[in-house]
């Protein structure tokens, strides 16, 4: 299986930029499709973005599109969420997660998940 790590999350002002990173141990990286998901309080885990082994896929949540970028380095086994013009509403807990097939958005679909990053937008 395959441990992951998040960080990068801290307090941003609105309009700023944060760059997220998942760290993945044990298993090969490039074996995985990834994603990263985002949970508010008293709100469900959702979908931001999905990336597949290679790079050459991304998908996007309609609400981060243009704002959010998922990238990978294999070499490194490292995921990365860059954030852009960051809005109070992107506040929440950010997730990585790993799949052996790629799954998208379908939180259901992923067999492995980091511990979050929190990640807090101010106004």
């Known amino acids: 299986q395959v441990q992951l790590v998040e960080s990068g999350g801290g307090l941003v002002q609105a309009g700023g930029s944060l760059r997220l990173s998942c760290a993945a141990s044990?298993?090969?990286?490039?074996?995985?499709?990834m994603g990263w998901f985002r949970q508010a309080p008293g709100k469900e885990r959702e979908f931001v973005a999905a990336?597949?082994?290679?790079?050459?896929?991304?998908e996007y949540a309609d609400s981060v599109k243009g704002r959010f970028t998922i990238s990978r380095d294999n070499a490194k086994n490292t995921l990365y969420l860059q954030m852009n013009s960051l809005k109070v509403e992107d506040t929440a807990v950010y997730y990585c997660?790993?799949?052996?097939?790629?799954?998208?958005?379908?939180?259901?679909?992923?067999?492995?998940w980091g511990q979050g990053t929190q990640v807090t937008v101010s106004s």
């Open positions: 044990g298993r090969p990286f490039s074996n995985y499709a």
């Open positions: 990336i597949n082994w290679i790079g050459s896929t991304m």
């Open positions: 997660a790993a799949s052996h097939f790629y799954a998208g958005d379908l939180l259901s679909r992923y067999d492995y």
